[in-house]
T-cell receptor, first 114, second 114 residues
Framework: AQSVAQPEDQVNVAEGNPLTVKCTYSVSGNPYLFWYVQYPNRGLQFLLK??????LVKGSYGFEAEFNKSQTSFHLKKPSALVSDSALYFCAVRDVGSARQLTFGSGTQLTVLP | DGGITQSPKYLFRKEGQNVTLSCEQN?????MYWYRQDPGQGLRLIYYSQIVNDFQKGDIAEGYSVSREKKESFPLTVTSAQKNPTAFYLC?????????????FGDGTRLSIL
């Protein structure tokens, strides 16, 4: 079985401050992990992924994520938030070698306050 | 530009009516997916297809049907058996093969009941 949890429905941060959006996962084997962003009434846009290798993954728009195997986490981070980063963020996981398709978290609404 | 086109953007269904949502891609992707998005629940997989003339049920297939007669097209029919069809529907595609490739999404169709 595979699952993913985003424990915070809403995250608020001031512009210019660092931001973190949390994600934890559960898989039987090794994970493929993804972060996507969604703006209102739009589809999801891919930000970054972890497949293997370096635990710190860099992605689009200055975002990065840290894979922590012992804590089964894949938190999304950005050193300095912009108002334009305000959106809905989804973490997703797939168990490598599993026949199951991608499982998405419930999403975290990020609001960056000017 | 390559991408995924979903139409219509907004759709209204009457009681007892079947409606069909269109999804077309020109990315030459083999795999295509349909998701349902409800507030606070993330994305749930309805159906997916890894190759032409073949498709599999996802987690919430009841009340839905699909076809995959062409590589570019993966229409979704919401039947009258789906008692709660109001949602945002997202189509996605991905190159076949290694599942570490991210999915690409269309901009969705919002379905409402009249």
């Amino acid at each position: 079985a595979q699952s993913v949890a985003q424990p915070e429905d809403q995250v608020n941060v001031a512009e210019g401050n660092p931001l973190t959006v949390k994600c934890t996962y559960s898989v039987s084997g090794n994970p493929y992990l993804f972060w996507y962003v969604q703006y209102p009434n739009r589809g999801l846009q891919f930000l970054l992924k972890y497949i293997t290798g370096d635990n710190l993954v860099k992605g689009s728009y200055g975002f990065e994520a840290e894979f922590n195997k012992s804590q089964t986490s894949f938190h999304l981070k950005k050193p300095s938030a912009l108002v334009s980063d305000s959106a809905l963020y989804f973490c997703a996981v797939r168990d490598v070698g599993s026949a199951r398709q991608l499982t998405f978290g419930s999403g975290t609404q990020l609001t960056v306050l000017p | 530009d390559g991408g995924i086109t979903q139409s219509p953007k907004y759709l209204f269904r009457k009681e007892g009516q079947n409606v069909t949502l269109s999804c077309e891609q020109n990315l030459n992707h083999d795999a295509m997916y349909w998701y349902r998005q409800d507030p606070g629940q993330g994305l749930r997989l309805i159906y997916y297809s890894q190759i032409v003339n073949d498709f599999q049920k996802g987690d919430i297939a009841e009340g839905y049907s699909v076809s995959r007669e062409k590589k570019e097209s993966f229409p979704l029919t919401v039947t009258s058996a789906q008692k709660n069809p109001t949602a945002f529907y997202l189509c996605a595609s991905r190159p076949r093969g290694d599942s570490n490739q991210p999915q690409h999404f269309g901009d969705g169709t919002r379905l409402s009941i009249l």
